[in-house]
């Protein structure tokens, strides 16, 4: 299902970054062109999710077009994927944006990304009703789940909700990187579990978060928060189900992951067009592999994400550990990323303000 990958504090600090990053790509998509090759960049999450997405959409997707050279620079977070995009508005340094459904919704209000023609991406009529974010624009081309993830030689079982991080034999054992998109996901989980709406009032679910920070060893576990759990230096924390189950593969000793029944929360990544590309007719082809049956279920298969593509069937031991409506997200947490994106940094401000620094 991230992977830090998300924080909406960070966006002018990363824009740097991003900065000397798309000179290298557009360079390369330039010299591309001029082969006579067709050249298509595409920016999105970095960490684990980029060498899946290499592995299992773009590396394919060259075998089966030997013509297009496909460059993937990795970004920090959704917030610097925006910033990059309101300040490059008069030409585009990527012609596709992978980014959280709740950033995406905002770029798509400000005109920045374009609608696809659905007679080239001929499976937006296949997409899971999860997956259609804003109609047509940009659908989703990963589902995951926020999750528990543990140590197994601190905690052998995981927790069956999510108030129970405030139980006393987690003090000092929690990491919990909840100043982004987690901690969105967390106060939705909250949400369900405590009986809450979170579009009237998130006061009942940020004093839920309180009583974990009293448990809490770090808010910014080094060098992310599945490594620190797998050396052991914290027990328990919360992170995305995808990541946590590849992981757990590797090294099944250090790191396990649950997700509570009925409580699991929808996270949704975007692939988007961006409005001043250049080549739009390959970046829609390209959007038609990824959320096509082939490439969704290699990720279903090999990363634990959630098919986006309703045409798609797994293994059921695969789509009992992925975000799927028939598996872990069965009966979960409701969360409206539409409504939830306008107000996305002001909660996540309240968490850093009310939580972190309380």
């Not at 030409?91 to 990304?113: C, H, P, Q, R």
């Not at 939705?188 to 448990?215: C, M, P, R, V, W």
């Not at 929808?266 to 959007?287: E, G, Y």
């Not at 799927?324 to 996305?344: F, M, R």
């Amino acid at each position: 299902m991230t992977i830090s990958r998300r924080s909406a504090l960070f966006g002018g600090i990363a824009l740097l970054g991003l900065a000397a990053c798309s000179t290298s790509a557009t360079d390369s998509s330039q010299q591309d062109s001029s082969a006579g090759g067709d050249a298509l960049t595409i920016t999105g999450f970095s960490g684990a999710f980029a060498d899946q997405f290499q592995a299992e959409v773009i590396d394919p997707f060259q075998q089966a077009n030997p013509g297009t050279k496909v460059t993937y620079t990795p970004a920090t977070n959704s917030a610097e994927l925006l910033a990059g995009l309101r300040t490059n508005t008069g030409k585009a340094t990527y012609d596709l944006v992978i980014m959280d459904s709740s950033v995406s919704t905002t770029a798509n209000a400000e005109g920045l990304f374009e609608k696809l023609d659905a007679s080239i991406v001929t499976s937006l009529a296949d997409l899971v009703d999860a997956a259609v974010i804003d109609a047509g624009f940009g659908p989703a081309i990963t589902i995951d789940s926020l999750a528990f993830i543990a140590n197994p030689a601190k905690f052998a079982t995981l927790p069956s909700k999510w108030t129970a991080l405030a139980e006393a034999q987690y003090k000092g054992q929690l990491a919990l990187q909840i100043a982004d998109t987690r901690g969105i996901a967390l106060i939705a989980g909250l949400s369900k579990e405590l009986g809450l709406d979170y579009k009237t009032s998130i006061d009942g679910q940020l004093a839920e978060l309180k009583k974990f920070a009293a448990n809490t060893q770090t808010f910014s576990p080094q060098p992310n928060i599945y490594d620190a759990i797998r050396s052991g230096s914290v027990g328990m924390g919360v992170g995305w189900n995808a990541r946590a189950q590849a992981l757990h593969d590797e090294t099944p000793n250090e790191l396990i992951v649950a997700v509570p029944t009925g409580l699991g929360v929808a996270q949704i990544s975007t692939i988007n067009l961006v409005k001043t590309s250049t080549r739009k007719d390959v970046a829609q082809k390209f959007v038609e592999f990824a959320i096509g049956a082939e490439a969704q279920k290699r990720l279903s298969e090999s990363a634990f994400y959630g098919s986006v593509n309703k045409t798609v069937t797994v293994a059921e031991d695969i789509n009992a550990r992925t975000a799927s409506t028939t598996g872990l997200l069965a009966d979960a947490a409701p969360i409206d990323w539409n409504w939830i994106a306008p107000n996305y940094a002001g909660w996540v401000q309240r968490i850093q303000r009310e939580v972190i620094g309380g």
